[in-house]
């Protein structure tokens, strides 16, 4: 598991991405450990939230080829890996 210091640093290494000028198909993201985090408007689906782990810091990759990761939507949690229990 990463410890608190090196989680700040890369906390403090995040960046935003903005639209590619031009590019229809391009979303702002927020880069963050390797990951790209898109969030954007779409015509037919409205708010999109999307996840790309293609470039995930080799220390939060487990041995089994996956990234903890705790998703949530205001106070709700919706996504929990590993699983959390609700007094957490």
């Known amino acids: 598991m990463i410890d608190s210091a090196r989680c700040h640093e890369l906390n403090e ?3 935003f991405l903005p639209v590619e000028p031009g590019d229809p198909d391009s979303h702002p993201a927020l880069r963050i450990a390797g990951v790209l985090v898109f969030a954007y408007v779409h015509p037919k689906d409205g708010l999109v939230v999307s ?3 293609d470039e995930t810091e080799p220390e939060l990759i487990r041995e089994d080829d996956t990234v ?4 949530s939507v205001g106070i ?3 996504f929990a890996d590993p699983p959390r229990n609700n007094h957490q």
């Open 13 to 15: 290494e995040a960046e």
């Open 68 to 71: 903890p990761m705790l998703v």
């Open 51 to 53: 996840v790309d782990l």
């Open 76 to 78: 709700t949690t919706v």
